[in-house]
């Protein structure tokens, strides 16, 4: 993997539901989103053809989660990724809405 993360921001954008992991002002990977109570579904992550394999995907779930958590929200990952991501890392178990 070949990226400074001091290039790489993830956005929360509201008004769209959607997660945007930009690399200096390029959008590169992005989550959908939908918001009841205190739940934030994820039904689709998606990073750009040209990106894809270089761990855009997993940086954006990383900003998204560590967001989610300072809301003290929780996560139904609808998204097969998302919720891939989240198995295979203990660490987010807790925010894995039931």
Known sequence: MD???SDLTVH???DTSR???RL???IVSFADYSIDGDVVTLPHVET???HRGQ???AALMDGMLASIRSQDRRVRPVCPYAASYMRDRPESHDLVAT
């Open 3 to 5: 990226m400074s993360t």
């Open 12 to 14: 929360d954008e509201p």
């Open 19 to 21: 997660y945007t992991l």
């Open 24 to 26: 200096d002002r390029e």
């Open 48 to 50: 750009d053809p040209a």
């Open 55 to 57: 761990g855009y995907a």
